[in-house]
């Protein structure tokens, strides 16, 4: 991950963490739900690794949210 868009992996990370939140999901349901490790999903969230589109989109699908919401960087 390049610390070029170091900011915009944070914001992702929050947007998942409060999507994930507000579906009820820890952090464990969730990755297991997505097939990976925890320790990636929690590395996802505080923008410590990247995230592929392809997880992105299975990520949307499993909290029932678009793209664009989860895009959405609040100020």
Known sequence: MKQDYYEEYRQLGLNIAYYR?????????????????????????IATQGISLDLVFRLCKVLDITPVQLFDFRA
């Open 21 to 45: 939140k507000a579906r009820g999901y820890t952090q464990l349901q969730l990755a297991e739900e997505l097939d990976i490790d925890r320790s990636h999903m929690s590395g996802i969230e």
